[in-house]
């Protein structure tokens, strides 16, 4: 997460909306390490980032940043990085990149905009289908960042699986 927060935000041309790669180490989190330790190292993450430290993209960090529109995308990060590593964890059998990716979509897209973007609009004091619509430029970097996190999921699991299945516990 910190590493990625280095990636300069890309601005999407048309909106003129920063896409920032943040979201892919949650996906990482989730579908490498499982939902436990995945969920526990964003929670690790967002109380360095609290105590100040600048691991957000654009070098942001401190207690504030918890309080702004974007606030419900962090504390969604956790949320989003256990549904991937429980669901990673749940079909790792049959695993391949087209179930990774549909799994990081679920978590990384579903799951973070369901927190996400009900914070955005009570801070923000925007209708949710305007918080809806102004998220709606991100979805194709998101999607972008689903797939290179499926692929990258699928080849770790293959040369050095992290993720034990309960059955094999």
Not at 138 to 156: E, M, P, R, S
Request: glycine share 14%; with cysteine.
């Amino acid at each position: 997460m910190a590493a990625l927060a280095v990636f300069p935000p890309i601005v999407l041309p048309v909106v003129g909306v920063p896409v920032t790669a943040q979201s892919l180490g949650v996906m990482l989190a989730g579908g490498v390490l499982g939902a436990r330790r995945g969920a526990l190292s964003i929670v690790l993450f967002l109380a360095l980032v609290a105590m100040g430290l600048p691991l957000l993209s654009g070098g942001r960090g401190g207690i504030a940043v918890f309080l702004g529109p974007t606030a419900g995308y962090m504390a969604g990060w956790v949320f989003a990085a256990l549904v991937i590593g429980f669901l990673v964890e749940r079909f790792w059998g049959g695993l391949n990149t087209l179930k990774a990716f549909v799994i990081c979509a679920v978590g990384g897209i579903v799951v973070l905009y369901a927190i996400g973007i009900p914070w955005s609009a009570a801070v923000s004091e925007i209708s949710m289908s305007a918080a809806f619509i102004g998220s709606l430029p991100f979805l194709i970097g998101d999607l972008i960042k689903c797939y290179i996190a499926a692929v990258v999921i699928v080849t770790v699991k293959r040369s050095y699986p992290i993720i034990v299945p309960a059955a094999h516990v």
